[in-house]
């Protein structure tokens, strides 16, 4: 390659970023790179994609122009609320993950999360049902403000830990599971063929359990400052 010429290049200097609309009821959307795209770690992409294409299908599919400017205006802030749920992983607390009592409890809540409010509506289909986004899109609410005080505040110990203690020698095994609240999420993966209403019940049930596992998290931190 060292002879031929390069004609033109392109690039992102910064890698994530977010669309000021992704879909229309004028029968146009946007999905995967083109659309709102997050840091590659933890593969959010693929993620994005799956919902994103769930929803442009279902709005393929949807032939009444009534109802499919429904499903697009909500779409939309769906869409939205998923990407945004992302970047405090990113934007707050990305450079924890070289400490690993950080990291393990920025990963199992990040876990808890995900299976609540991604894997569970999807495995049971409740994200192209309208009836199911009100009470979802209400839930998600409250968990953006709690999700990124959380993110901060790992940061935050990090940041103290960083100058106070030096890194193990080794690595300190442990199994994620031995987290209550994740172990709790991670049974909502054999929860399947809900209806929208079981589904709100269960989610608002989840939420419950989730702020309690933020607490959880914030007095495993304030326990170890104390010492």
Partial sequence: MKSRKILDQGAFRDFSYDCQQTISD?????TGEAGRF???LYSPGGDRIALH???ITDCILTNDPRQLRTKTRVYEVLMRALYQAYVPSYAVSYEVLGDQECFTVKYAWELA???TFFVFPFINELFTDLRFAASYLREFAKLGELNR???QYITDYYRWKKLRYDPPNGPQFFDFMELGGLRSTERLFYQVGLTAVEGATVLA???V?????????VAHIGAAVSI
């Avoid at 004028?26 to 946007?30: D, I, P, Q």
């Avoid at 359990?209 to 998290?217: D, M």
């Fill in 26 to 30: 004028s029968r146009w959307a946007l």
């Fill in 38 to 40: 997050a840091d590659p």
């Fill in 53 to 55: 294409n769930t929803l």
């Fill in 113 to 115: 999360v995900y299976f």
């Fill in 149 to 151: 005080s959380l993110q």
């Fill in 205 to 207: 049930q989840e939420s």
């Fill in 209 to 217: 359990k989730l702020t309690e596992f933020a607490r959880y998290i």
